[in-house]
């Protein structure tokens, strides 16, 4: 058992590199709480997306640690191997910012597709949640729709739905509305914030700025591929203390400080 003090992920001396020559991730550290949601901002190629990948065990790294729930998750030490625990890696959900939906399955069919063949829940108790998390969500209509018949705000939302089949105790979302029209950002963004509102601890990428003030516990500036700022989303993108966290949010939010 986790104590209640305990982080839910403790990520220690995180390096990253593609080649040995690009390096992304240069002894990143940061650990979170169970209730955190954490929003990472940051300039491209400081590494966002890669935690992202990293935490999800869809990248290999050079060195460091994560723990996750009080238990190894992922480990190098330099020598060329990453240690995944798959057991682990089941508890983590992650959307990306294209969907991935399989486009040949209706929206149910995506749903189900997991939960039966890691878990081998039968057909009708998948396809019932499934329905349950459509109904949440607004989709119930669509459940016998293919991918293609959905606008980007459905589909993302189905994406979120997917992931939440499996019951994750962390969820990774990256940059889920930079691909959308304007007016389809509010409905996948209201999806969130109701997984806010229910605790669940949440680890986004995003570059709206309404967003990440609405939905942060925690903002964490990365560049360079470490950490530069880690606080409460009004110090951060209000009064930043580092000069480089004040300017990235003056070039990219355009708010003057």
């Known amino acids: 058992m986790m104590s209640a003090a305990a982080p839910l992920v403790r990520i220690e001396?995180?390096?990253?590199?593609?080649?040995?020559?690009?390096?992304v991730l240069q002894g990143l550290d940061i650990e979170m709480k169970a209730g955190d949601r954490v929003v990472v901002i940051g300039p491209s190629g400081g590494g966002k997306s890669t935690l992202l990948r990293v935490l999800m065990g869809l990248e290999q790294i050079d060195r460091g640690s994560v723990v996750f729930g009080g238990k190894p998750y992922i480990s190098a030490d330099g020598s060329g191997k990453t240690t995944?625990?798959?057991?682990?890696?089941?508890?983590?959900?992650?959307?990306?910012q294209h969907y991935t939906l399989f486009p040949h399955l209706d929206v149910i069919g995506n749903l189900v597709l997991a939960p039966m063949k890691v878990r081998g829940e039968g057909k009708a108790d998948a396809a019932a949640r499934a329905m349950g998390l459509l109904t949440r969500f607004g989709l119930a209509q669509k459940a016998n729709?293919?991918?293609?018949?959905?606008?980007?705000?459905?589909?993302?939302?189905?994406?979120?739905?997917?992931?939440?089949?499996?019951?994750?105790?962390?969820?990774?979302?990256?940059?889920?509305t930079s691909a959308l029209d304007p007016e389809l950002v509010a409905e996948v963004e209201q999806v969130i914030l109701?997984?806010?509102?229910?605790?669940?601890p949440m680890v986004i990428v995003t570059?709206?700025?309404w967003f990440a003030r609405n939905i942060a516990s925690r903002v964490i500036f990365c560049a360079g591929g470490v950490v530069v700022e880690d606080g409460p989303p009004e110090q951060v993108l209000g009064s930043p203390k580092e000069e480089r966290t004040r300017e990235f949010i003056e070039r990219v939010f355009h708010i003057k400080h």
Do not use: C, N, T, W
């Open 145 to 176: 729709a293919y991918p293609a018949q959905l606008s980007g705000g459905q589909k993302q939302r189905v994406a979120i739905a997917r992931a939440l089949m499996l019951d994750p105790k962390l969820m990774l979302f990256d940059e889920v």
């Open 84 to 96: 995944i625990d798959p057991k682990v890696r089941r508890s983590i959900g992650m959307v990306f």
């Open 13 to 23: 001396g995180l390096h990253k590199s593609y080649g040995g020559v690009v390096k």
């Open 194 to 200: 109701q997984l806010a509102q229910q605790q669940m």
């Open 207 to 209: 570059h709206d700025m």
